[in-house]
């Protein structure tokens, strides 16, 4: 369990990047260009979080049509391409005396094989930041939120520690306000995105306090003429993140790795049993499955009510709407159009027409006979 230290002051909600006190952390792809000995001269700059994997990783072997195979083969060619270069920006942002990170770009698909992907594609130490990256919550495009909690799961059941979630304003909110439905990522240290000069009104206050990360700086906002921060040896679409924090403060909670305000059993899982037979055979792959955990209050306090609805909506009269409107409608009638199974108007008049008389029974017609 950890915490990122006492509620934020207001100013670390506006333009904090202004204070000369807070540290900064670079955020990069493959793609981006970097100048090392001009990057270096900037001493707020204390990490660099560099791109690691995407998705799931490429086929190892590639077959089919001509088209195919050519495809495979420069999908593969890229991954190996990239994480050669990963590596090599790990060695010199180390040797400059930067943090280092890795984040995981979150696709849809098997959240455990991603999850496998980045710790093998970013052999993490264990001072290295992880994060997931999840840029949206359409499930079509983006890693599902449920996926993203196995991803979690995965990566602690790997090494021990928790990934920080990264995500925008939309999607921390929307987690945020389901936090007992996503009880990982809600208490995931939060690495926020939005590229405005005030988020006060924005962030998910309540669930996240702070953030651990505010990416306040990208393309989106950094041109020519204007930038929020330009840092050295960097060109104008290079990601810009704030800590709340000094330098010395944020090196001493890198790389975070623990959940924010969580009881321990959040964490609980097994190994699910697996057969005799399946074990002899060979290789056998262990999944895990939750243990429950223990309600909270919020949580006993929704159920109770749900169930005391249910309850007293048991002893509701019949809605008056949902009786046909008919100048003669007894006893009789209203059990007839009750066990009319369909409820046309042919129906109705022919349950109606063969319904029995309350008054003329059995007993009455022998009573008159004699």
């Known amino acids: 369990m950890m915490a990122l230290g006492s509620a934020a002051k207001a100013s670390d909600f506006s333009e904090p990047w202004r204070d000369g006190d807070r540290a900064l952390v670079v955020d990069a792809y493959e793609y981006n260009s970097i100048d090392w000995g001009e990057l270096a001269t900037d001493k707020r700059i ?50 400059l005396g930067l943090k280092w990170g890795a984040y995981h770009l979150a696709r849809p698909g098997n959240p455990v094989e991603q999850a496998n992907n980045f710790i093998d594609f970013a052999e993490p130490t264990p001072d290295d930041l992880l994060a997931l990256d999840l840029e949206g919550n359409d499930p079509t495009q983006w890693m599902s939120l449920e996926d993203a909690e196995e991803f979690v799961r995965q990566v602690h059941r790997r090494i021990g520690r928790f990934p920080i979630l990264y995500a925008n304003g939309k999607t921390a909110q929307f987690i945020a306000d389901n936090r007992y439905q996503y009880r990982l990522l809600s208490r995931l240290p939060l690495w926020y995105a939005r590229y405005k000069p005030d988020i006060d009104v924005h962030f998910p206050m309540g669930n996240w306090q702070s953030y651990a990360l505010w990416q306040f700086s990208a393309q989106a906002n950094c041109g020519r003429l204007r930038c929020p921060y330009r840092v050295a040896g960097t060109p104008n679409d290079i990601d810009v993140n704030v800590a709340p924090m000094d330098a010395a403060t944020l090196r001493q909670q890198w790389p975070f790795g623990g959940l924010i305000n969580v009881p321990a059993d959040y964490l609980a899982s097994i190994p699910v049993p697996v057969s005799r037979e399946a074990g002899l055979a060979g290789k056998v792959t262990i999944t895990y499955a939750d243990v429950a955990t223990p309600p909270t209050v919020e949580e006993m306090v929704a159920v109770l009510g749900a169930r005391w609805q249910t309850f007293r909506a ?26 009319t199974a369909y409820r046309s108007e042919t129906l109705l008049e022919a349950a109606f027409s063969q319904a029995a008389d309350p008054v003329s029974t059995a007993s009455t017609e022998l009573v008159r006979e004699r």
């Open 314 to 339: 048991a002893f509701r009269m019949p809605v008056v709407k949902t009786v046909p409107r008919r100048a003669r409608f007894g006893i009789a009638e209203y059990v007839a159009w009750k066990r």
């Open 46 to 95: 204390v990490g660099f979080i560099n791109k690691a994997s995407d998705g799931l990783p490429p086929p190892y072997f590639c077959y089919g049509d001509e088209t195919t195979v050519k495809l495979c083969k420069t999908l593969w060619k890229r991954y190996a391409v990239t994480r050669e270069l990963f590596q090599t920006r790990k060695v010199v942002a180390k040797a």
